[in-house]
């Protein structure tokens, strides 16, 4: 993180800069443009991560969406696919239609989040926590709860929670994984499921744009 600083301020800056020691990079970390510029990568990473959601195809291709699948939600599938396997398709087609409702909800309480960033924030990030980790410590918990209801209205909507007690009629394990009776999803623990997976995969997209975008900036510089 700190060499990201000198160089994002040696590659934006009108002049000539030159930073040596690790007091004068601290400096230059914690001040307004050292903020700006970390503000400024969150913005567009969560820019990036609002236009993969607002697009389904886009959503249903992205590997760190998928990454981001909960373990019991992995289990769902990896049961639906020895029974319907058509009925996966469905389901993840289902919570990309949801993804994109979700836009709206999401992107100004990250947004928030980004401004509100402060130097103590900053000097974490120094210390090697990533900017993205702390925007995910500040804001997850919250993001889950906001689109959770809106989840849960598509899925409601599709009825995607009576297809699979449908097609898992007596599967005791689905039931109990979500919360259901021993041979019912409940449709409640199914949007949770699906509203942690919007979240974390928004994180991961995020994040690696973070990286990316640290790496373009140092490139110039060889390091």
Same mark, same amino acid.
């Given at each position: #993180?700190?060499?990201?600083? *000198?160089?994002?301020?040696?590659? *934006?800056?009108? @002049? !000539?800069?030159?930073? $040596?020691?690790? /007091?004068?990079?601290? $400096? #230059? ?19 990036? +991560? #609002? @236009? *993969?959601?607002? &697009? ?7 590997? #760190?969406?998928?990454? =981001? ?9 990896? !049961? ?23 836009? &709206? ?13 402060? =130097? ?5 990030? *120094?210390?090697?926590?990533?900017? !993205? ?5 500040? $804001?997850?918990? /919250?993001?889950? =709860? ?6 849960? %209205?598509?899925?409601? %909507? ?11 009629? +007596?599967? &005791? ?13 409940? $449709?409640? @623990? ?22 990316? &975008?640290?790496?373009?900036?140092? +490139?110039?510089?060889?390091?």
């Amino acid at each position: #993180m700190k060499k990201y600083i *000198i160089a994002a301020a040696l590659l *934006i800056g009108t @002049g !000539t800069l030159v930073l $040596t020691t690790v /007091q004068s990079c601290q $400096t #230059m970390a914690t001040s307004d443009l050292g903020l700006s510029i970390i503000k400024r990568v969150l913005l567009n990473g969560i820019d990036k +991560g #609002m @236009g *993969i959601y607002s &697009n389904k195809e886009a959503f249903l291709q992205n590997n #760190m969406v998928d990454k =981001a699948l909960p373990k019991e939600l992995r289990d769902i599938n990896s !049961t639906l696919e020895k029974i319907a396997p058509s009925l996966v398709a469905k389901e993840r087609d289902f919570i990309a239609q949801a993804a994109a409702y979700t836009v &709206n909800i999401s992107k100004p309480i990250l947004q928030g989040a980004v401004n509100s960033l402060n =130097a103590q924030d900053v000097t974490r990030i *120094i210390q090697g926590t990533t900017a !993205t980790q702390i925007l995910k410590e500040k $804001t997850s918990q /919250q993001l889950v =709860a906001a689109i959770a209801p809106k989840v849960d %209205e598509k899925l409601n %909507e599709y009825g995607i929670a009576k297809t699979i007690n449908t097609a898992l009629s +007596g599967n &005791n394990l689905l039931g109990s994984l979500l919360g259901g009776s021993s041979n019912n999803v409940n $449709t409640g @623990g199914l949007s949770k499921l699906a509203s942690e997976q919007l979240v974390n995969g928004l994180f991961n997209i995020i994040e690696d744009y973070e990286h990316q &975008n640290s790496k373009a900036l140092l +490139g110039p510089l060889g390091k």
